[in-house]
């Protein structure tokens, strides 16, 4: 998947349908991206300059971490998308940084944007080291935030990453938010409680993609097949472990949000989950 990214034409093609045709329902290298009816393309403040999704891609390849090159290119798409749809929602949200693999890829791809300043990426971990699911097992690596600055760093991107050293339910929260990624601890506690933490600062139309959606982490999976039953968010697109969903504007959605009592972690989690 990463060889078709690899010229600056399809990096321009990428953007033109992803941020300029209203109303269409496109294939784009592999993914089905819906344009909705009621999304205006004059709303979409921001224009991408040329990016290069491949050289996105080899620059997280020098970077630790649990994430695979399809991935890398749903995230890139997804969130361009985002920033792109939802201008009047400047923020990307991230729980579960780690070393920042994935940290980069996102703020890559939004540092092509005119007016990157205008988003920010929020990267919400512990960086206790502590990774994986409390129903698999979790495993405790080296902490991970001055290995994360410095990839940040290396990257070019300490102006448009905030790191966040907290679990994501210590965070006091109150700005929209374009794209919300799930990456913590793989388990369903631990992924509910990080997702309805944000859920009300999700604006009407952004996106949120989860990782680890499979089935070696029944959890991830469980949830996110339980969300979209509830019929408020639909599922756009799925690479290998990552999948993102689209939460519906209100004139697509009707129906009451149906609520769920959230079994309460009985430890502390949320960790990098990586």
Request: charged fraction near 20%; glycine fraction near 6%.
């Amino acid at each position: 998947m990463v060889a078709a990214y690899a010229t600056s034409n399809a990096a321009s093609l990428i953007v033109l349908l992803l941020t300029s045709l209203p109303q269409v329902l496109y294939t784009v290298f592999g993914w089905r991206v819906h344009i909705s009816s009621n999304v205006n393309p004059s709303n979409f403040r921001r224009r991408s300059r040329t990016f290069s999704p491949a050289e996105n891609v080899q620059r997280m390849r020098s970077i630790e971490g649990w994430l695979e090159e399809a991935e890398a290119d749903l995230l890139i798409a997804a969130v361009t998308r985002a920033a792109a749809a939802v201008p009047d929602a400047p923020a990307v949200v991230e729980v579960g940084s780690y070393c920042g693999k994935s940290t980069v890829v996102l703020g890559s791809a939004l540092s092509a944007f005119d007016d990157a300043t205008a988003v920010k990426i929020y990267a919400i971990d512990p960086h206790d080291g502590i990774v994986g699911a409390l129903d698999q097992g979790v495993e405790q690596m080296s902490p991970s935030l001055e290995t994360f600055r410095q990839n940040i760093s290396n990257a070019g991107l300490d102006h448009l990453v905030e790191p966040i050293v907290k679990h994501s339910f210590e965070v006091e929260w109150d700005k929209p938010i374009c794209f919300l990624f799930i990456d913590g601890l793989h388990d369903y506690a631990n992924v509910a409680r990080d997702f309805y933490h944000f859920e009300s600062s999700i604006a009407p139309g952004g996106f949120v993609a989860f990782h680890d959606y499979a089935r070696c982490y029944p959890g991830v999976q469980l949830f996110v097949d339980e969300l979209l039953v509830q019929g408020r968010y639909e599922k756009v697109h799925q690479a290998l472990a990552m999948i993102v969903v689209r939460k519906k504007t209100e004139s697509e959605f009707s129906l009451p949000v149906r609520h769920q009592s959230l079994p309460t972690p009985k430890s502390r989690l949320s960790g990098s989950g990586k």
